[in-house]
């Protein structure tokens, strides 16, 4: 693991609550990558940020989803008002540039589970 | 559109024997990289291989190679000398230039090892 850090790595909430998931990149990392793995498949991209700009969130449900990336502090995924569908692990890789760099490194996820 | 391709769900294969992961690739790019992660019933994502298009040789890493035929659209990570740890679910990915850490992931395939 090339030190992405995300937390918390389980969280439950009811259905209607807030959930916030944090990723820390790795050192002088200023790309972001959030996926999401559904029971029983493989990840999913959601949305890509560079510091303080949303670059492509193609993959991320219209509603009640959202993700920043600040000057300062972690990259933080956010689910408002979640739902029993939105049950699932949720990864955060970073990268230095857009460029092809070789090995990409997660972080070791963070399970949501909604009652 | 870019998609990979798992055919097996399942794979059994005895402690010390070697094995082949099929994962086939479809995309118009020339220039692309090609991944493989494990991930074992813990849940983390474990980078394993990457094999970018233009690289002559196929990548090593260890007991892990990944089999690159270009032509074919085929990247089969191949484990040499299996191991009981090695039982996981390995999940084949892909990437496209210039696109940092935005990759399109298989299905995956559960390997099981026998001792």
């Known amino acids: 693991n090339a030190g992405v850090m995300q937390n918390p790595r389980h969280l439950v909430r009811r259905r209607g609550q807030e959930a916030r998931l944090r990723c820390s990149p790795v050192?002088?990392?200023?790309?972001v990558y959030w996926y999401r793995q559904l029971p029983e498949e493989g990840l999913k991209f959601m949305v890509y940020?560079?510091?303080?700009?949303?670059?492509?969130e193609s993959g991320m449900p219209k509603e009640r989803f959202s993700a920043e990336f600040p000057k300062e502090g972690p990259s933080i995924l956010r689910i408002q008002q979640v739902v029993r569908g939105d049950s699932a692990a949720y990864f955060c890789?970073?990268?230095?540039?857009?460029?092809?760099?070789?090995?990409?490194?997660f972080g070791e996820g963070s399970r949501l589970t909604v009652l | 559109a870019q998609k990979i391709t798992q055919t097996q769900p399942g794979m059994f294969v005895q402690e010390k024997e070697a094995v082949t992961l099929d994962c086939t690739y479809d995309?118009?790019?020339?220039?692309?990289?090609l991944f493989w992660y494990k991930q074992p019933s813990s849940g983390e994502m474990i980078f394993l291989i990457y094999?970018?298009?233009?690289?002559?040789q196929n990548a090593t890493e260890g007991r892990y190679s990944l089999n690159f035929q270009k032509a074919r659209k085929s990247a089969n990570l191949v484990i040499s000398a299996s191991q009981l740890g090695d039982s996981a679910m390995y999940f084949c990915?892909?990437?496209?230039?210039?696109?940092?850490?935005?990759?399109?992931f298989g299905q995956g395939t559960e390997l099981s090892v026998k001792p």
């Open positions: 940020l560079q510091k303080e700009n949303i670059i492509d």
């Open positions: 050192k002088g990392h200023s790309h």
């Open positions: 094999q970018g298009s233009y690289d002559e």
């Open positions: 995309t118009s790019d020339q220039s692309y990289g």
């Open positions: 990915a892909m990437r496209k230039n210039n696109q940092g850490g935005k990759l399109i």
């Open positions: 890789a970073s990268s230095p540039s857009s460029l092809n760099t070789g090995e990409l490194f």
